[in-house]
């Protein structure tokens, strides 16, 4: 048995340009931290995976890429994953291995295929390099690595395989191209995001020509429930173009605020009702990722989430980034159905 990062683990660069996906579904997040006690037990001897760096990675380039580079594979493999489709994954169950403790996904076919996929579009990327391929695969997430070589023995793998939560199924339907960074003082990877890369093509739930973020709001749009559905099912909006009106100066709401409560009290004015602050003018989102030797700047989005979660957005090229739930509850009030 052998501490994982060890010297001809350990990369001598990075972080490096990975496609991954990220396993922090609610079901697979509750299974993987049913070992997390057990685990525990052995201090700084494991290195335990915290929900939102459980992964599993589809392929990795090892060497560095300047942003030009990794903006033309991330596109590559953008346009080659609408051949795939979102596939029905069953996680479990765990395998104390020889580094780390893994949990299996079945079933392997459809797995290997997206990661022999995404392999043939990168390395078709000139300047581009990926590791050879034998065609096998061993689709696995990790959920711990071991941190001391004495840490796996028979105590540890019988109490690890005592534990055993049900198996849990999940959907994958999206990945993450990544910079994927091994971090030796927490014991596991962590990663910058770079965009999303959808597997086929998705319609969306409900769309919408333009969004303005700022027009609805009000006590009524951001505490009431939603115009339909359950507040935790999720959309995936299309918007021509994000618009967000940006708030009130911190004088303009003071007045705003004087003015509501004198139109509480009297109706009466002797000049006259004073004029109300005007919002300021919607300026229109562009995403700025680094792109090539700018930025992306970008107008296309698609907004994704919940009543209950915050907005993901997404440019048309798969940059993203996270916003907040007041922008993801305007996106669902404005793409509302008619009728």
């Known amino acids: 048995m052998e501490s994982f990062f060890t010297e001809s683990r350990?990369?001598?660069g990075g972080p490096y340009l990975h496609f991954i996906v990220a396993l922090d579904h609610p079901e697979y997040v509750t299974f993987a931290e049913?070992?997390?006690?057990?685990?525990?037990?052995?201090?700084?001897?494991?290195?335990i995976v915290p929900a939102p760096w459980l992964h599993w990675t589809v392929e990795g380039i090892h060497r560095q890429l300047d942003e030009n580079e990794v903006e033309r594979t991330v596109?590559?493999?953008?346009?080659?994953?609408?051949?795939?489709?979102?596939?029905?994954?069953?996680?479990?169950?765990?395998?104390?291995?020889?580094?780390?403790?893994?949990?299996?996904?079945y079933p392997e076919e459809p797995l290997s295929a997206i990661s022999e996929l995404v392999r043939e579009a990168a390395s078709?990327?000139?300047?581009?390099?990926?590791?050879?391929?034998?065609?096998?695969?061993?689709?696995?997430?990790?959920?711990?690595?071991?941190?001391?070589?004495?840490?796996?023995?028979?105590v540890f793998n019988r109490g690890l395989r005592k534990i055993r939560p049900p198996r849990v199924d999940i959907t994958i339907s999206r990945l993450l191209a990544v910079y994927m960074h091994q971090d030796r003082d927490l014991g596991f990877y962590t990663w910058i995001?770079?965009?999303?890369?959808?597997?086929?093509?998705?319609?969306?739930?409900?769309?919408?020509?333009?969004?303005?973020?700022?027009?609805?709001?009000s006590l009524e749009t951001y505490n009431s429930g939603p115009p339909w559905g359950d507040p935790s099912v999720g959309y995936e909006v299309e918007v021509g173009r994000l618009a967000v009106q940006p708030p009130l100066a911190e004088d303009q709401v003071r007045q705003?605020?004087?003015?509501?409560?004198?139109?509480?009290?009297?109706?009466?004015?002797?000049?006259?009702?004073?004029?109300?602050?005007?919002?300021?003018?919607?300026v229109t989102v562009a995403c700025e990722r680094p792109s090539g030797t700018g930025v992306c700047g970008s107008t296309r989005f698609r907004v994704r989430g919940s009543w209950n979660r915050p907005a993901v957005v997404i440019c048309e090229h798969g940059h993203f980034w996270t916003d907040s739930v007041e922008v993801m509850r305007e996106v669902i009030v404005a793409a509302a159905p008619v009728g």
């Open 34 to 47: 049913a070992h997390h006690n057990w685990l525990a037990g052995y201090g700084d001897g494991v290195g």
């Open 124 to 154: 078709a990327v000139i300047g581009v390099e990926t590791g050879k391929s034998d065609g096998s695969h061993w689709p696995h997430s990790a959920i711990a690595y071991y941190r001391a070589p004495d840490v796996h023995d028979a």
């Open 193 to 217: 995001p770079i965009a999303e890369v959808p597997l086929g093509v998705h319609a969306a739930d409900a769309r919408a020509s333009e969004v303005v973020v700022g027009e609805n709001r």
């Open 10 to 12: 350990t990369w001598a």
């Open 75 to 105: 596109r590559a493999v953008r346009e080659r994953a609408k051949e795939a489709k979102p596939v029905s994954v069953t996680m479990g169950p765990t395998w104390p291995g020889p580094s780390a403790v893994t949990t299996a996904m």
């Open 256 to 282: 705003e605020a004087a003015i509501n409560n004198l139109l509480e009290d009297s109706t009466y004015f002797g000049g006259g009702e004073p004029a109300m602050p005007v919002w300021p003018d919607t």
